[in-house]
């Protein structure tokens, strides 16, 4: 009987038998972990298959709306000049960054303060505090 089978008939069964095998404990040891790796799997190939790679861009403000309220609370130190009034200048910013996604995101917002304060220094001569913009901030709708 054992000499009716083939080598290649052999190796065909223990193939399958061992990917069973696998397939078998890793549902039963990872059923946790399958769903996020569908997912990611699922959107690797979502990515793959977008042809322009917007599909893959982060939601939210991008850099370029970070650079556009850069520039305009650098006009408002440049009109302000010395002659600056700290919660004028407060009230101003807060005006520029009223509805600004980006605030929410820690590296924007650190960013945005340390500009903040350095440029309110130097063009103005107003000592700003992080605590300062941190209220000013908590103010915005």
Known sequence: MLEQITWSTY???VIILLLL???VIGVLYFRGDLPILIRKLNRKRMAGSSKTGE???VAGPGI???????QQINTIFKDAGSQA??????AE???VLTGFEGLERPAFKAALSNHIIREAEEQCGVDLTELELERTWGNLS
């Open 11 to 13: 190796w065909t069964a």
């Open 21 to 23: 095998y696998y397939l």
């Open 55 to 57: 599909d893959n861009v």
């Open 64 to 70: 370029e709306t970070l650079q556009q309220k850069v």
């Open 85 to 90: 009034d700290k919660q004028a200048l407060l």
């Open 93 to 95: 910013i807060g005006r």
